[in-house]
């Protein structure tokens, strides 16, 4: 599995992880110019941004330590841009899910509140 279809894999997971959770899904892959947000979603009152990070071996790192300051703030702008144009009420909130594809399954981890726009 190449690292375009194990993301793929690992988004289709998430998606699947945060029905299953009881969140509707706004959209996925959502771009705004050269920004892209995984997963809008809705969970109850409140607007969730989730970055998804799938790997196949946390060896060096967790997935989700590659959710740097740089991509946080990238991530924050492309949230206001899609609240903005969608219109939309409610809190936003960002999530990171971290999705570890190896031999023995998927292992997934769901870091809710996971950093704030105050950055």
């Known amino acids: 599995m190449n690292h375009i279809e ?15 959770k009881g969140y509707q899904i706004l959209e996925r892959n959502w771009r705004w110019g050269r920004q892209e947000i995984d997963i ?3 969970d109850e009152h409140m607007i969730v941004i989730v970055e998804v990070k799938t790997r196949i071996s946390n060896r060096y790192s967790e997935p989700e330590e590659s959710v740097t300051v740089k991509k946080q703030r990238i ?3 492309a949230a206001n841009a899609f609240v903005n144009y969608r219109r939309l009420q409610g809190e936003v909130r960002f999530d990171i899910i971290s999705i570890l594809n190896h031999p023995n399954g998927v292992t997934i981890n769901h870091i809710m509140d996971a950093f704030t726009a105050t950055l």
């Open 75 to 77: 991530l924050v702008r």
């Open 6 to 20: 194990l993301g793929k894999s690992g988004e289709q997971a998430a998606v699947d992880f945060l029905e299953a």
């Open 40 to 42: 809008i979603a809705r």
